[in-house]
């Protein structure tokens, strides 16, 4: 069965950095757009970077482009989100989605993607 299981959230302190990771199975990884969102507490989740099958396109939310970077390995089945500049508005649940519809890149709402993982808890603090 399709699973994405996140890690590498943790606490970190304002400016500092750290990269998430997306491990996934149970399907072809390589041919389907990923993206990473997030949901800080009170708010909805929202798009944070997403990445198309071939990782020859990216695309950020305004709030982190230039600090965060996405990327993916295929022949590992990973996805990755380096994290840099860290500010308390960072902090949230960060969760990695696959899109199994036709995706011609972009920007996607949650309910675009069609598999979730359980996320990981990213909190910037001092």
């Known amino acids: 069965q399709v699973q994405l299981v996140e890690s590498g959230g943790g606490l970190v302190q304002p400016g500092g950095s750290l990269r998430l990771f997306c491990a996934t199975s149970?399907?072809?990884?390589?041919?389907?757009?990923m993206g990473w969102f997030r949901q800080a507490p009170g708010k909805e989740r929202e798009f944070v970077a997403g990445?198309?099958?071939?990782?020859?396109?990216?695309y950020y939310a305004d709030s982190v482009k230039g600090r965060f970077t996405i990327s993916r390995d295929n022949a590992k089945n990973t996805m990755y989100l380096q994290m840099n500049s860290l500010n308390p508005e960072d902090t949230a649940v960060y969760y990695c989605a696959v899109r199994f519809r036709p995706a011609a890149g972009g920007y996607y709402l949650p309910n675009d993607m069609d598999y979730w993982g359980k996320g990981t808890l990213v909190t910037v603090s001092s």
């Open positions: 990445i198309t099958w071939s990782g020859g396109r990216t």
């Open positions: 149970g399907f072809t990884f390589s041919s389907y757009y």
